[in-house]
């Protein structure tokens, strides 16, 4: 299940604010980027001990999961994505960069620890993000 920061209105509105700023940001001469919009994805794990009690398919799953994400890294997708810790209990992020006509509740849905019902991801649309540039 796709779970959203905020209501559709909100989303929308910061989808269209961010599509918006990346023209004038960028302008005509770089439209590639207009056609961008980026998000943090938040995974939570099904408890708050998950990583230290994972039975063995989660395991296999999580290895799964993380060859997914590393593969959306391969195809410019994610931008990075790692574990964090935290006392309250583990979770995932990623930074996703996408297409303006894909869906990031459609893409993270086919993650592999998502798809055996384990855990499910938040999304929280970005107005824009700026990255290092790695040459």
Same mark, same amino acid.
């Given at each position: 299940m796709a779970h959203f920061a905020g209501d559709n209105a909100a989303m929308s509105l910061a989808n269209t604010i961010g599509r918006a700023t990346r !023209?004038?940001? $960028?302008?005509?001469? #770089?439209?590639?980027r207009f056609l961008m919009k980026y998000f943090l994805c938040k995974f939570i794990p099904p408890r708050p001990n998950f990583l230290g009690t994972m039975s063995a398919d989660e395991k296999e799953w999580m290895k799964q999961h993380g060859r997914f994400l590393d593969?959306?890294?391969d195809q410019g997708l994610v931008? /990075? =994505?790692? +574990? *964090?810790?935290?006392?309250a209990g583990g979770y995932g992020v990623s930074l996703f960069q996408l297409p303006? #006509?894909?869906? *990031? /509740? #459609?893409?993270?849905?086919?993650? +592999?620890? *998502? %798809?055996?019902? *384990?855990?499910?991801?938040? =999304? $929280? +649309?970005? !107005? =824009?993000?700026?990255? %290092?540039?790695?040459s």
């Open positions: !023209l004038l940001v $960028f302008g005509l001469n #770089e439209q590639w593969s959306l890294l931008v /990075a =994505h790692g +574990p *964090v810790i935290d006392s303006d #006509e894909q869906d *990031v /509740a #459609e893409l993270t849905s086919q993650d +592999p620890i *998502v %798809r055996n019902g *384990v855990g499910h991801y938040e =999304h $929280f +649309p970005m !107005l =824009h993000l700026k990255v %290092r540039d790695s």
